[in-house]
């Protein structure tokens, strides 16, 4: 698997977007990039996932540079709920394939 | 979303005995689960992948015989820890696949072990 490189730690205020940012600069053509995060003492929670082009959905965007090698997942109105430890992921798209989690950013939303 | 649970959400044992945990996918048929266990302060480490009906796939520096899992459905399986230690103590979490075509991968809450 391709492996990624996030930072440690963020903090951001409430209200305010989150950027996290991602770089898998080996990532090959048939990899996508998936987010999670972590709550601590839950299990990680999907978010959202991408190929090349730019998603977004109810909980989050996610932004894919043109050649791939980097990403950032917004958050864009952050909040205390969403104070996790966030995990991005590249992995095939198969059932059966494991995703293999590195150390994540773990953001801080403050009041 | 799907929802996977598991069970018991915590447990205490002795050093030496055995504990089983369940983790079942409750509104969907998951032909591949997963286990993970997390240290504290730490990220997932896959432990193994279990595939209904058949044996499952240990990551390497995993026991197998210490960590028994088996996926006799495709709602359910089961990681025993047997022989347990203190070093054993962790969190323990599964996940299944979800077969929509996205194929995202749903995890349950995590069973806390501890071991005395």
């Known amino acids: 698997d391709a492996k990624t490189t996030q930072p440690t730690s963020m903090d951001c205020a409430e209200g305010r977007a989150a950027n996290l940012p991602c770089n898998h600069s080996?990532?090959?053509?048939?990899?996508?990039v998936y987010w999670y995060r972590q709550i601590h003492s839950q299990g990680p929670q999907y978010i959202i996932h991408g190929l090349k082009n730019n998603e977004t959905n109810e909980m989050a965007s996610l932004i894919i540079t043109e050649d791939r090698k980097s990403s950032t997942l917004i958050l864009p109105h952050a909040t205390l709920r969403d104070t996790a430890v966030y995990y991005c992921i590249v992995r095939l798209l198969l059932d059966t394939d494991k995703l293999i989690f590195g150390t994540g950013t773990r953001l801080q939303v403050f009041p | 979303g799907a929802v996977v649970s598991q069970h018991p959400s915590r447990v205490i044992c002795k050093s030496g005995t055995s504990v089983k945990i369940e983790c079942r996918s409750l509104?969907?048929?998951?032909?591949?689960m997963f286990w993970y266990r997390q240290f504290p302060k730490q990220s997932l480490m896959l432990m193994a992948t279990?595939?209904?009906?058949?044996?499952?796939?240990?990551e390497q520096g995993v026991e197998k015989d210490k960590f028994l899992i088996n996926h006799a459905s495709l709602t359910l399986s089961t990681l025993t820890v047997t022989s347990a230690h203190p070093e054993d103590s962790s969190f323990y979490i599964c996940?299944?696949?979800?077969?929509?075509?996205?194929?995202?991968?749903?995890f349950g809450p995590g069973t806390r072990l501890t071991v005395t």
């Open positions: 996940s299944a696949s979800f077969p929509s075509g996205v194929y995202e991968q749903y």
């Open positions: 279990s595939n209904e009906g058949s044996k499952a796939t240990y």
């Open positions: 509104d969907f048929q998951a032909t591949t």
């Open positions: 080996t990532i090959s053509g048939n990899e996508y």
